[in-house]
């Protein structure tokens, strides 16, 4: 089993809907939570960052860690066709010599 | 502001060819890390440098070599290139190693090895 998961789909909405992404993962040492999001041909931009379990918000997406589950999430409400991109999580544990870990990524369209 | 500059974006190579691909940051980041990128295989990290003068393995290593040649400049060599390599290879940098450190990714570079 590899450490996280994730579906890479890809994942076709209308514009307006309520997107989720989902992230799960077997390493209960993990405490930073991240989402990047990667235009085609371009690099990855970080969108959200979580430390330990809990919400946070930003505009119309939400960031979910619910670490007794080991499930992360990301919610984008009012979704754009701008919002048409590859969302990788990624995650850490907090301790210094050890690099991120990503998972496959979800290829997300958007349709006006 | 430039943040993480590679090059080349685009390379072709012949199976047994050579070539460095070069990185910089200009954002005083002691962290550097070299990923690949492969359709369905997410980014994969091959080396990374925590710090000037210090390198490690990452999860795929074999059949690349790294220099850190100072705090800005991170390469990635392919000392004879396979088609395996075919991939998007991206640099990326953070100020350290916590957990929290945002990372910084370049654009790419698309390799192409026949």
């Known amino acids: 089993q590899k450490e996280v998961e994730q579906d890479p789909g890809p994942l076709s909405v209308p514009e307006g809907a309520i997107v989720s992404l989902n992230c799960t993962y077997s390493?209960?040492?993990?405490?930073?939570f991240m989402w990047y999001r990667q235009y085609s041909r371009k690099g990855p931009e970080l969108l959200m960052y979580t430390y330990s379990s809990g919400n946070k918000e930003d505009g119309r997406f939400t960031a979910q860690v619910d670490k007794s589950s080991k499930y992360i999430s990301l919610f984008i409400r009012d979704s754009q066709p701008s919002d048409s991109a590859t969302y990788l999580c990624a995650m850490t544990p907090n301790q210094a010599g050890t690099a991120l870990i990503f998972g496959k990524g979800t290829t997300l369209s958007v349709s006006s | 502001n430039a943040g993480v500059t590679q090059t080349p974006k685009f390379q072709v190579l012949k199976t047994g060819q050579s070539m460095t691909l070069q990185c910089a940051q200009d954002?005083?980041?002691?962290?550097m890390y070299w990923y690949r990128q492969d359709p369905g295989m997410g980014l994969r990290l091959i080396y990374y440098?925590?710090?000037?003068?210090?390198?490690d393995k990452g999860e795929v290593p074999n059949g690349y070599n790294v220099s850190r040649l100072n705090k800005r400049e991170f390469s990635l060599r392919l000392e004879s290139a396979a088609p395996s390599q075919t991939s998007v290879y991206f640099c990326?940098?953070?100020?350290?190693?916590?957990?929290?450190?945002?990372?910084?990714f370049g654009s790419g570079t698309q390799l192409s090895v026949l």
């Open positions: 954002m005083n980041h002691n962290s």
């Open positions: 990326a940098s953070r100020r350290g190693q916590g957990g929290g450190e945002k990372l910084f």
């Open positions: 440098s925590a710090s000037e003068g210090t390198t």
């Open positions: 390493n209960s040492a993990f405490q930073y």
